[in-house]
């Protein structure tokens, strides 16, 4: 190890008087005062500088030294890997607060309320076109899309299935949704979304 410097002895000799500092306390003591603190100023701010240097350096964390400890274990896992041993634990700790506390239930439920809302409702908005479409065509076209879009809704319950998508967001960080087809006789439209 190398010798720490001496950094009171560096702001006493910053300190001292030059011959141009003597001469100059005789005719104008405050300028010649002003040059010494000047000195001693810039000292001190290198005195400390130096200081932050040696406290933060590059290499501390990696030191064996007996204040570091000698047997300081350290986890080599990344973030994702050690977020991962304990998802399980993580969301079973989730799961348990939106059951049993009511500011957590609170919050994911404001979370639901304000993410979804109503839920997706898409409007049809087919425009009239000359030679193909007339405005009272398109009007119905609109109407009977929408008829039909909340029929298949309710009789999917998408509108649950948005909110409770959002809930487990909220809970447990992910969501999974599959859109497939279905082949039952009571839906309009066989889109199915699980």
């Known amino acids: 190890m190398s010798a720490k410097?001496?950094?009171?002895?560096s702001v006493r000799e910053a300190a001292k008087p030059t011959r141009i500092?003597?001469?100059l306390l005789q005719v104008a003591p405050a300028w010649a005062m002003g040059r010494i603190k000047a000195r001693v100023d810039g000292q001190l701010r290198l005195m400390l500088a130096?200081?932050?240097?040696?406290?933060f350096a590059a290499y501390e964390a990696a030191d064996n030294d007996r204040l570091r400890g000698e047997k300081w274990i350290a986890s080599k896992l990344t973030q994702?890997?050690?977020i991962g041993t304990e998802?399980?634990?993580m969301i079973d700790r989730a799961v348990d607060l939106y059951r049993n506390d009511v500011f957590a239930a609170s919050a994911v439920n404001g979370r639901v309320d304000n993410v979804i809302g109503q839920g997706i409702r898409p409007q049809a908005r087919v425009q009239a076109?000359?030679?193909v479409i007339t405005q009272t065509q398109a009007e119905a076209f609109n109407t009977q899309i929408e008829l039909l879009w909340h029929r298949w809704a309710i009789a999917e319950g998408f509108y649950a299935k948005q909110r409770l998508l959002e809930r487990c967001n909220g809970i447990y960080g992910e969501s999974w949704l599959y859109m497939g087809n279905d082949d039952s006789p009571e839906?309009?439209?066989?889109?199915a979304v699980r």
């Open 87 to 89: 998802l399980e634990t």
């Open 187 to 191: 839906k309009p439209v066989t889109l």
């Open 50 to 55: 130096n200081r932050a240097a040696e406290n």
């Open 21 to 23: 500092d003597k001469a």
């Open 80 to 82: 994702n890997d050690a």
């Open 129 to 131: 076109a000359r030679g």
């Open 5 to 9: 410097p001496d950094y009171a002895a």
